[in-house]
């Protein structure tokens, strides 16, 4: 079987489409589907059924994309390597959510960079959870962390830690609002308030205001800002409330920039997870980053 073929397959399985899997190997999406249809003439069987957007795989062209997708993965990374004298020094190549992978995952792994021989290079790159496992299912990264748990069987996800949630504000808010009118009137309290967010949908503020007050939020995003550190930043410049994990905020919470505006029974929590294509924990340098990240969680829930 040609292997060329084969990598073609693993491609589209994983982009989930011919236009995307054309992109990814740079060929035509002509070229793409008569490889797939080759590669179906010769096992006799359909890998993937043709939809309106995109395509999904026969049980046939899932069990071969979960037995060839470790192997060619194998093969690119020897090809990557190739045959120098330092081959035994492999690059690790990581992605995530910014903050958390700044804050947590990086100063764990840069340990690992120069130990007697043994570490490796380490590449990062950041991204939401959709992003990464798109670009770790296409190859293009050996582990991801993210918040959402990857479905199939192309990729093995497995828990890292979790992240408590807090709801901030700037002193001057806190003391506008008031502590106890805030446990007495519950979510009235905090109607119409500026609200600093990553997104204008404001997913971290719906999350809590789900889990805690089971309602959503009335107010509207005053500033939008794509990281949770800028967040903090103009949270700790009263430009007003924010709901921040707690790991980031615990030095601002400490030294009084920020205030917890509440104190849950169960604070609302999100889930971090580690995943890696299925079968490339064989890979030594991966396995390796991959058991000291979960070592390391321990301490951070």
Sequence with gaps: MDLALLRTFVTVHRAGSFTRAAALLGLSQPAVTS???TLERQLGRPLFLRQARGVTPT?????????????????????????????SVRTLHLAGPPEFTAARALPALTTLTGQDGQGFALRASFGNAEEVLERLSAGHHDLAITTARPRGTLLTATPLC??????????????RIGLGTLHRKGVAALE?????EVHESLPLVTRYWAAVFDTRPAASGAVIVPDLRAVLACVST????????????????????????????????????????????????????????????????
């Design 59 to 87: 049980t046939i062209g899932d069990e071969l994309a979960h037995k060839a997708a470790p192997h060619l993965d194998a093969l690119v990374e020897i090809a990557e390597a190739g045959l120098e004298e330092d081959s």
């Design 162 to 175: 979790d992240e408590e949630h807090v709801l901030v504000a700037g002193p001057r808010w806190a003391d």
């Design 192 to 196: 119409n308030l500026p609200v600093v």
């Design 238 to 301: 009263e430009a007003g409330l924010a709901v921040l994990p707690r790991y980031l905020c615990a030095p601002a919470l400490k030294n009084g920039e920020v205030v917890a505006l509440l104190d849950p029974a169960v604070p609302p929590l999100r889930t971090y997870f580690l995943a890696v294509r299925t079968g490339t924990l064989a890979m030594p340098h991966i396995a390796r980053a991959h058991e000291w990240l979960l070592r390391a969680a321990v301490d951070w829930s």
């Design 35 to 37: 490889q797939i249809r």
